[in-house]
């Protein structure tokens, strides 16, 4: 009975001291952007139009310059929209083929901050139910993917 436990002991101090793994069953993080939900619906009338509004949330504890970070948009593994700007205000006067709009409270400002969700409405048929979307998003001042996210449309 002694024996059992200093057994009984000992693991529980090197599970305090974290020497063994805690066997979890969390899922694992999230990254800091991510896609909340694709929309196949005109926001207009309700009705089915493959509209391809995705819905992106700063998930993450920081703030972004909004404007020195991009999107690309994926569809089963194969790039088909890159928003080169996420600040709304910037996105109006360039050239933005594939991508009819940004909206939302993250592309406002000048700043993306964390719980703000952004629309990137992209040019209807873009994307179909059941397709694979993915995105990552890209620090244009670094080249670093800062997010990659992928949901099933």
């Not at 993450?60 to 929209?81: C, E, H, R, T, W």
């Not at 993306?112 to 048929?125: A, R, T």
């Amino acid at each position: 009975m002694v024996a059992l436990t200093i057994i009984l002991a000992a693991l529980l101090l090197l599970i305090l001291l974290g020497m063994i793994p805690s066997w979890s069953w969390a899922k694992p993080a999230q990254p800091p952007i991510i896609i909340t939900d694709v929309i196949h619906t005109s926001a207009e009338t309700g009705k089915l139009t493959h509209a391809s509004r995705v819905f992106l949330l700063n998930n993450g504890s920081v703030s972004y310059m909004n404007d020195d970070l991009k999107a690309v948009f994926y569809k089963n593994d194969q790039p088909i929209v890159t928003v080169e700007t996420l600040n709304g205000h910037l996105l109006i006067n360039s050239h933005h083929y594939g991508v009819r709009y940004i909206k939302g409270e993250g592309c406002r400002t000048r700043y993306w901050n964390p719980g703000e969700e952004m629309e990137v409405d992209l040019s209807d048929g873009t994307i179909n139910p059941g397709a694979k979307v993915a995105v990552k998003i890209i620090d244009k001042k670094t080249g670093k993917v800062i997010s990659k996210h992928e949901v099933v449309a």
